[in-house]
């Protein structure tokens, strides 16, 4: 059974350099990058770098200039159907109602979203909400996701840069 890592950042605001000391400090290895939004210019010049990943990324609330960029994603990594978007249009900062509505709409069992600039896991029935934090403003420090796939197994975590 092949273990997939999918690196996930959100959030940079025009620090990007934290998502490549990310990215080297697991060297410069995932089988995906995944960019939440506000920042998305910066974090695809970032994924460029590494041209041997499959990386997705969404524009958030900040990313005014990001014409051709999608709202969301739907990818599919390891069997399990995820779910990417800011959050921004499903009012994270206060419920996550309609974010999970739209994941559970969009058959998926794993719902990654960004926006609060505060990490966070919850794991609720099928569906499993993760936040990264914010890798440019972190609260209470610089963070990043981290997710291992490894069969059925969803394991979520969190680093961190300084």
Known sequence: ???????????????????????????GRADALIFLGDGIAGANRVFEKYPNIPHVSVKGNCDFMAEGEVDEAVI?????????????????????????????ERGCGLLLFGHTHERAEIRTGELIYFNPGSIGQGYPKRSYGVINICGENIICHHGAVE
């Open 1 to 27: 059974m092949d273990n997939i890592k999918i690196l996930v950042f959100s959030d940079s605001h025009g620090r990007e350099h934290y998502i490549e000391k990310a990215i080297e400090a697991h060297g």
């Open 76 to 104: 599919n990594l390891g069997g399990v159907n995820i779910l990417c978007t800011h959050g921004h249009k499903y009012s994270v900062k206060s419920t996550l109602m309609s974010a999970g509505l739209r994941a559970r």
